[in-house]
């Protein structure tokens, strides 16, 4: 969601593109959540978490990594907006699920901190993309637009490499309740 927040100006200089276009890819997130949300919950309850998880999961891998394509295939910017939107329709059918899933797998005792752990990734993912976005872009990219577009290029890379060692253990490990 805030992969290009804390550079989103640079970015725009780099892809000679509108701001507009840049701060979309953080807008589609809160978007997406309004028009997916009642439909995760439904469809959690419908087939389970586990499986809208791995579905998700599985999602969110493509579309990381369709970001990474797009952006080291293509010049222009907005092509990023699809996969990203394909993310950010993920993260409803991840993250809605986070209290049935501590329902199903901990006691009483236990269930508020399993919840409390399970609903902390979305922030914690929204820190690292705040944090790692300034590591990669700067504005030295922008009297460069080869070495930003590379740069940006770099940490997309990096970015679907987290989110795909955080997905595929859901993917492969997450039961809907124990045995």
């Known amino acids: 969601m805030t992969t290009f927040v804390t550079s989103s100006t640079t970015v725009v200089k780099i892809y000679d593109t509108s701001a507009t276009i840049v701060n979309t890819c953080a807008s589609l997130f809160f978007l997406s959540f309004v028009i997916f949300n009642f439909i995760s919950v439904y469809m959690i309850e419908r087939i389970g978490y586990s499986m809208c998880c791995r579905v998700a999961s599985i999602v969110m891998i493509i579309s990381v990594w369709g970001r990474w394509l797009i952006m080291k295939e293509e010049d222009e910017f907005w092509y990023i907006l699809l996969p990203q939107g394909l993310a950010a329709i993920c993260v409803p059918f991840i993250g809605n699920g986070v209290s049935k899933l501590a329902t199903n797998w901990f006691g009483d005792n236990e269930r508020a901190l399993g919840t409390t752990i399970g609903a902390l990734s979305n ?11 300034g590591l990669y872009i700067s504005d030295k990219d922008e009297a460069n637009h080869a070495q930003g577009k590379k740069h940006v290029q770099d940490y997309l890379w990096f970015m679907s490499i987290i989110v795909t060692v955080m997905c595929v253990p859901s993917i492969f490990l997450l039961k809907e309740r124990p045995k």
């Open 123 to 133: 922030p914690f993912g929204c820190i690292m993309g705040f944090g790692l976005g």
